[in-house]
């Protein structure tokens, strides 16, 4: 079983840091990728970043620059350090794990709340 946790998450002040954690509490899988993804008030759920097997890094524009993904694939775990934040960063993150074979993002945190606010 894939038992996703987050923590790191709470209030921050604009141009303050944060940094989220995940770790898989069940069973270590083999992913396909890890990520981080966001779901604002009133917004879609967005992928924020994401790390794969391999390496390869990908961030999502409104991100680059601020936001630095890492991470142990092999060990389940991904980060996601913030730094800069601005108001429009408020939002649920969720982590989320790629399955190797589906290559669908299939398994989810239940989300930690970051609210960027004076």
């Known amino acids: 079983q894939v038992q996703l946790v987050e923590s790191g998450g709470g209030l921050v002040q604009p141009g303050g840091s944060l940094r989220l954690s995940c770790v898989n509490s069940?069973?270590?899988?083999?992913?396909?990728?890890m990520g981080w993804y966001r779901q604002g008030p009133g917004k879609e759920r967005e992928l924020v970043a994401s790390?794969?097997?391999?390496?390869?890094?990908n961030y999502a524009d409104s991100v680059k620059g601020r936001f630095t993904i890492s991470g142990d694939n092999a060990k389940n775990t991904v980060f996601l350090q913030m730094n800069s934040m601005k108001s429009e960063d408020t939002a649920v993150y969720y982590c989320s794990a790629m399955n190797v074979f589906s290559l669908r993002w299939a398994y989810w945190g239940q989300g930690t709340q970051v609210t960027v606010s004076s």
């Open positions: 069940g069973s270590i899988f083999r992913f396909n990728a």
């Open positions: 790390i794969s097997r391999a390496g390869n890094i």
